[in-house]
């Protein structure tokens, strides 16, 4: 069983940074794609940036150039670097491993951007 423990969230200004982390459990991590995923109260969770086991990433549009997703496999963690934030990526942030076809979860991590 794959346990994600997210952290790094927070209070942030518009244009502001902030960075998340999310580590994982297990044996198999470098084997595993990992994703973060993004969730506004009433709306649907939207996959924010991917990174696969070979290390070859994809962002939303919404997200591109300013995010960065990232992975040390030595420490079962993967990252999200998120630069000039704005209001609109307030939401809660989800951590997602995807390992021989089962899909695990963190329990989120609040980043709100707010002057």
């Known amino acids: 069983q794959v346990q994600l423990v997210e952290s790094g969230g927070g209070l942030v200004q518009p244009g502001g940074s902030l960075s998340v982390s999310c580590a994982a459990s297990g044996s198999f991590f470098s084997m595993a794609a990992m994703g973060w995923y993004r969730q506004d109260p009433g709306k649907q969770r939207e996959l924010v940036a991917h990174i696969s086991s070979g290390g070859n990433t994809n962002y939303a549009d919404s997200v591109k150039g300013r995010f960065t997703i990232s992975r040390d496999n030595a420490k079962n963690t993967v990252y999200l670097q998120m630069n000039s934030l704005k209001p609109e990526d307030t939401a809660v942030y989800y951590c997602?491993?995807?390992?021989?076809?089962?899909?695990?979860w963190g329990q989120g991590i609040q980043v709100t951007v707010s002057s």
């Open positions: 997602n491993e995807a390992l021989f076809a089962r899909n695990y």
